[in-house]
Structures are given as C-alpha cells and as structure tokens.
C-alpha cells in the first residue's frame, strides 16, 4: 500500500492482486469481495452499527486482500475480523459473542439458500440494505412480500451455540488470528478517510444539496461503492465526485461545464469510478438508487447466470479451502481440455 494518510494500492497491486497470482480469475475474485463486504453489511446491521463503523471494515477488508491472497485467508475469516477491529477504531464496541452468533446466523442462512434446488429462483429486493441472496429472513432486511419470504425459509432452522460450545471458541480462534493479520500486514496503519463529509460539502459548492433526492442518491451509491475496491484505489474526494456525476446523470440533472476541476480530480477517473459501480449493479442485479430514471434490464438469462454467481461466491467465501479446491478443479479440468 502507498506510504501515505489514507493508504491506496499501488498500480503493481491493481493490475496482478495477490490472489491472481494464485490463479483465482480476477472475476472470482471481485465476487468474493462482494461478498465479504454484504457480510459484514448485514452484520453491522443486525448489531445495530454506525454507517461509518461498516464502511471502515469494508475498506480495511479490501485493502487486506491487495496485500495478501484469497487462496491463503479466507474471506468469512476476514470479513468478521474487519468488523470486530473496525468497531474498536470507531469506539463503537462490540460483544465478540454478538458478533460471533450473527456471523454463525449469516453463514447457516448462507447455506440455506444454497440447499435450495438450483432452480428455484431467489427473490430479489436488491433496494433494500440486505442483500445475502437477495431476502431477508422473518422481516429483517427485505421488502418483498411476506408469502414469498415464508416460502424460501421453510426448513431453515437457527439455534444460538451456548456458550461453552466448541464452535464459539473457534471462531474466537479465529478473529484473534485474523487480527493480528490485518494488523501485520498492513502496517498497522488503519487510518480510513470517509466521502461521506466531502460530498456534502461538494453539494453545497454545487448548489445541491437541497435538490430533491440528489444527497440521498450519492450517499446510496457511495455505499454500493463499498462492495468494490475503488476505496482503496481512488482517495474519497473521488469517490465524492464520483457519486455525484453518476447521481446526476441518473437523474438527468445538468452540471457546470468542467465542475470537477473545482475539487482537484480528473474526469477519466470519476467515470471509471461511476462504470465500476454500474456494472456491479448489473452483475449482482443491484438495482440502482431509489429515484434513479434508469433501471438495468432483466432477461431469463441474466438472471440465472447472476444466481449462479451468487452461488459460486457464497461457496467460496466459506474458507480458504473452497477456494483451493474450486482452483485446483478449474486447472484439472483446463488440463484435461488441452
């Protein structure tokens, strides 16, 4: 990571990541970073968190993965790790049992969804702030209609471990080395730099903020930006001016002619920045900001190559021996084409 206040990967890092080098296609890869980040996403709101405790691990989460490998650390392992140190940077505390038995309830319903026959369609609410599979469970997280919902979590059964459960101790286990990984690994250095401030400010200069939907459509989109490593490869006052070209776009709303030069950013970057976010709305069928005028298209097709990926990641996130397996599998059967 660069050697400055708010640590960015470096071009070496972005273009061959850790985990590519260990042969995990780059695809793979930002999957499994979205779903490491909708973990802790749903965790931090079922504990009842602070945006900016959530967004703190999501950031340390990516950052971790451009300086260590997928095939070495498994994404559930660092994505509970992130949120548990994240929540001592803010002063937010946590209990690390609380902790542990969402994370056990996310995992169970994670598996849930993937006993499900394959062709069973997942209902989808991908507006709504839980998006593990698109549902939420008994009412937390979805606004789909409660048939549909009671129908999917048939079967699904959750009992919280006591508290000398072995399964406890574990995941204990693990949090404590995880840490101590981040914490090595990235130099100790866990300064994080928010946008949320600067956009606000930005609006203001822009004349902005008072426009209907506009700050609560860049701080939506600032939030999806999260599941994608641009926080940790762009600094925040891009990723402000980022939101809000797309915000404006998707609202039609016209800016100044050459308006970002007030904020020190290039244009080829914030439009790199809002095609990243578009295209994680179209691969993961997130829909767009409530009251954007554009919305991604949905065939038959598409949406089953979406579950199927949503299926793959969630495997995968299991641990670090999914992850080798799916590889060591994929190169067997690449050599067995040849």
């Given at each position: 990571m660069?050697?400055?206040p708010?640590?960015?990967?470096?071009?070496a890092?972005?273009?061959?990541?850790p985990?590519?080098?260990?042969?995990?296609?780059?695809?793979?890869e930002?999957?499994?970073?979205?779903?490491?980040?909708?973990l802790?996403?749903?965790?931090?709101?079922?504990?009842?968190?602070p945006?900016?405790?959530?967004?703190?691990?999501?950031?340390?989460?990516?950052?971790?993965f451009?300086?260590?490998?997928m095939?070495?650390?498994?994404?559930?392992?660092?994505?509970?790790s992130?949120?548990?140190l994240?929540?001592?940077?803010?002063?937010?505390?946590?209990?690390?049992?609380?902790?542990?038995?969402?994370?056990?309830?996310?995992?169970?319903?994670?598996k849930?969804l993937?006993?499900l026959?394959?062709?069973q369609?997942?209902?989808?609410?991908a507006?709504?702030p839980?998006?593990?599979?698109?549902?939420?469970?008994?009412?937390?997280?979805?606004?789909?209609?409660?048939k549909?919902r009671?129908?999917?979590?048939d079967?699904?059964m959750?009992?919280v471990?006591g508290?000398?459960?072995?399964v406890?101790w574990d995941?204990k286990?693990?949090?404590?080395?995880s840490?101590?990984?981040?914490?090595?690994?990235?130099?100790?250095?866990?300064?994080?730099?928010?946008?949320y401030?600067?956009?606000?400010?930005?609006?203001?200069?822009?004349?902005l903020?008072?426009?209907?939907?506009?700050a609560q459509?860049?701080?939506?989109?600032l939030?999806?930006?999260?599941l994608?490593p641009?926080?940790?490869?762009?600094?925040?006052?891009?990723?402000?001016c980022?939101?809000?070209?797309?915000?404006?776009?998707?609202?039609?709303?016209?800016?100044?002619?050459?308006w970002?030069i007030?904020?020190?950013?290039?244009?080829?970057?914030i439009?790199?920045?809002?095609?990243?976010?578009?295209?994680?709305?179209?691969?993961?069928g997130?829909?767009?900001?409530r009251?954007?005028?554009w919305?991604?298209p949905?065939?038959?097709?598409?949406?089953?190559?979406?579950?199927?990926?949503?299926?793959?990641?969630?495997?995968?996130?299991?641990?670090k021996?999914?992850?080798?397996?799916?590889?060591e599998e994929?190169?067997?059967d690449?050599?067995?084409?040849?």
């Open positions: 660069s050697r400055q708010h640590p960015l990967a470096t071009l890092q972005i273009v061959s990541t985990s590519a080098q260990d042969g995990i296609p780059r695809e793979v930002d999957d499994l970073r979205v779903a490491g980040c909708m802790i996403q749903e965790a931090g709101i079922m504990l009842g968190l945006q900016s405790t959530m967004a703190t691990a999501q950031v340390i989460y990516h950052r971790f451009f300086v260590s490998s095939h070495s650390f498994g994404v559930n392992d660092i994505s509970i992130s949120l548990y994240s929540s001592k940077l803010n002063e937010t505390p946590v209990r690390l049992r609380d902790l542990i038995n969402t994370y056990i309830f996310l995992t169970a319903r994670i849930h993937l006993s026959p394959a062709d369609p997942f209902p989808t609410d507006a709504g839980s998006r593990l599979g698109g549902a939420g469970y008994n009412g937390a997280g979805g606004s789909g209609k409660g549909e009671d129908t999917l979590w079967g699904f959750f009992e471990p508290f000398h459960d072995e406890f995941w286990d693990v949090i404590v080395a840490e101590m990984q981040i914490l090595k690994r990235l130099g100790f250095n866990m300064q994080v730099d928010l946008p401030s600067h956009v606000i400010n930005y609006l203001k200069v822009l004349d903020v008072f426009e209907e939907d506009v459509m860049c701080w939506s989109i939030n999806d930006a999260l994608t641009l926080y940790a490869i762009h600094p925040p006052h891009t990723l402000a980022a939101s809000i070209l797309l915000t404006t776009r998707l609202l039609r709303i016209p800016l100044p002619s050459n970002y007030l904020f020190d950013v290039e244009y080829d970057d439009w790199s920045c809002c095609g990243m976010v578009m295209r994680l709305w179209e691969d993961w997130l829909a767009p900001p009251g954007a005028m919305s991604p949905e065939t038959a097709d598409a949406r089953r190559a979406r579950e199927n990926r949503w299926r793959r990641a969630w495997i995968l996130s299991q641990g021996k999914a992850v080798r397996r799916w590889v994929r190169d067997k690449e050599g067995d084409g040849e």
